[in-house]
């Protein structure tokens, strides 16, 4: 398979502020950038930046966001992989391809990031028999999560921390956890996708207990729905 094949093709824009986040989340992130802007000075201190982050927890709550958002801060090009695109490709090639992906983003100092980490966790549990092949890809991820250097940043996300091999948990340094969005934490972000609407089309029934993700998506459906029944409506006064 093509290296670029591998690579969601993804040039979105997002500044922090725009990602909701828990105030201990925020804090860490805020930090970690920080870091990257005082790295010459913590080095003098012999202190290293945090360049292995682990995002974790439910699905749809903003994590690949988080790591846009964290690229654009730094000012450095983000590489997104899918894991389970690799997974599924031929098996024999999937180290070659992510030892390719790994040098890449070294080279041009990315920002690396690696979702559904979990897949490989899977993938080392199962019966099938390309198992053993599986358990040198996470020996080779291992290898390279090792050596990645500290002046490119690693960023991996999981919705399945459990299932994750122990010896890939222990090489992140920093760690951190997304919960599903309270209902006050969605009234804010109804409030804030909802503003840029015409006030008559933005009186939507809002779902809770739900990820971001599916907020959003439900929210857009109920405006565009009510923006076709306007225009309807409008359409059969003209006539």
Do not use: W
């Not at 990645?148 to 948990?169: G, K």
């Not at 840029?196 to 729905?225: G, N, Q, W």
């Amino acid at each position: 398979m093509n290296l670029y094949n591998l690579i969601i093709q993804d040039k979105e824009q997002v500044h922090l502020s725009e990602v909701f986040l828990n105030t201990n989340n925020r804090e860490q992130l805020v930090q970690l950038i920080k870091e990257y802007t005082y790295v010459k000075e913590l080095q003098e201190y012999g202190l290293p930046v945090n360049h292995k982050i682990l995002l974790q927890g439910s699905s749809g709550c903003g994590k690949t966001m988080t790591a846009k958002a964290i690229a654009n801060a730094l000012g450095k090009n983000i590489i997104i992989l899918n894991l389970s695109n690799i997974v599924s490709s031929r098996i024999g090639e999937t180290s070659q391809n992510i030892k390719m992906i790994f040098d890449k983003a070294a080279r041009e100092r990315s920002v690396l990031f690696l979702d559904e980490l979990d897949q490989i966790g899977k993938a080392r549990g199962s019966d099938d028999k390309d198992v053993g092949e599986m358990r040198r890809l996470v020996n080779t991820l291992i290898q390279l999560i090792d050596y990645y250097p500290e002046n490119a940043l690693l960023i991996c996300a999981t919705n399945h921390p459990e299932i994750i091999d122990t010896a890939l948990l222990r090489r992140f340094q920093l760690k951190i956890n997304y919960e599903m969005p309270s209902a006050e934490i969605l009234d804010l972000f109804y409030n804030r996708l909802l503003a840029k609407f015409p006030e008559e089309i933005t009186t939507i029934e809002r779902k809770y207990a739900i990820s971001f993700a599916e907020a959003k998506d439900h929210a857009l459906t109920a405006v565009k729905a009510a923006l076709i029944k306007k225009l309807e409506a409008k359409e059969t006064i003209s006539s």
